[in-house]
């Protein structure tokens, strides 16, 4: 188990020095990892290690869980193989029947699960504009609805739900609330300090932060029945995280906080540039005065907005497509939350049924020198127009 902290220490030195682990018996400050798959029991017949099996639990999974639970201020975490992983047992913790609601604008791919695999197992789905309070309040149905989800800020529009609020509503109703916080990472929200159950990330996103980990996590308030059923899941469905992969997360969380400060400061230079330019239609940055969410990002984000942001480029669809072909610095690719800054034409992901327009390209500012990166957005830009 961690040390406790004589006294408090800052998130940023937690994540720095990953809760401050020395390994016992060679006095390493770079944890080992753990390969075997399983553990050796006493010959009373007992596991007093408490270590049966690695599918269950396994030592190179713990520091990491133990970073993460302290930086989300939450009671406990678990790896997953991905956020997919994660996010879809947050789900299957529920039984069939059971209501949920989910935004409207949220990460597609969890959003295509729900409507399908989710759906024919009989969980029933309501995709509402989280966002509106009213909203929320009309759609979630006393001891039926189990789980609002919510995605804040969310892919790729970066609408921001009020999280303390939406809480409200979904537990005055007996919902419980879980909260996709990829793109704001523990750095920027502590969705469970605000009055969330469960928050989950893409770890493969900011927390890892180097484009080389598939990894999600869940973290919890506190135990309980779904928290139970969820590290069931996990256990017996084995989505588990491989340990190299767990190893190099951990590795990834401790530059965790001087990654999300650079990547917001470019973000926010990056969208006030573009917010009046002749061949920007709009940008969308919780960070810009003029975004319908600036307010409520205000009251629950600190430390910045974000490295995400979307523009709309004027001449439509084939104008966005052509600047993104001209781009030089910015790599084409999907993902975000890495060193390195991506750009990409969500719609040509994202398929027919999706909500973002033709004309936005999703863009992951990295942290490399943000001038450099508006310079190459403007050459871009100009090329387009040519
Ligand atoms: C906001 C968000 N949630 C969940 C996921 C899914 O995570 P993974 O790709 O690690 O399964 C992603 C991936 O892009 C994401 O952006």
Known sequence: MPPDHPHRIKPASIAAQALGWVDEQTKAIAPPIHTSTTYLRDADNQYRSGRIYARDNN?????????????????????????????????Q???????????????????????GFATQWGLRVDFIDMANPDEVRRAVRPGVSKLVWIETPANPLWTITDIALTSEIAHAAGAAVAVDSTTASPVLTQPLTLGADIVMHSATKYLNGHSDVIAGTLTTREDGALWQRIRAIRAQSGGILGTFEAWLLLRGMRTLF??????????QRIAEHFERHPAIADVLYPGLEAFAGHAAARRQMSGGFGGM????????????????????????????????????????VEGAGSPVPSDLLRLSVG????????????????????
């Not at 029947?97 to 729900?114: C, I, Q, T």
């Not at 942290?367 to 040519?386: K, S, Y």
Request: aromatic share 6%; charged share 20%.
């Open 59 to 91: 030592p190179t999974f713990d520091q990491a869980e133990a970073v993460l639970t302290a930086l989300e201020g939450g009671h406990a975490s678990l790896l997953f193989a991905s956020g997919m992983a994660a996010a879809t047992a947050a789900f």
């Open 93 to 115: 913790a529920l039984a069939p029947g059971d209501h949920v609601l989910a935004p409207n604008v949220m990460y597609w791919s969890l959003r295509n699960w729900l409507r």
């Open 258 to 267: 001087p990654r999300v400060a650079a990547a917001c400061a470019g973000a």
């Open 309 to 348: 942001l979307s523009i709309r480029v004027r001449g439509g669809e084939a104008a966005a497509i052509a600047t993104a072909a001209n781009v030089e610095l910015w790599k084409r690719a999907t993902s975000l939350g890495g060193v390195e800054s991506l750009m990409e034409h969500r719609a040509s």
């Open 367 to 386: 942290i490399e020198d943000a001038g450099d990166l508006v310079d190459d957005l403007e050459q871009a830009l100009a090329q387009a127009r040519a």
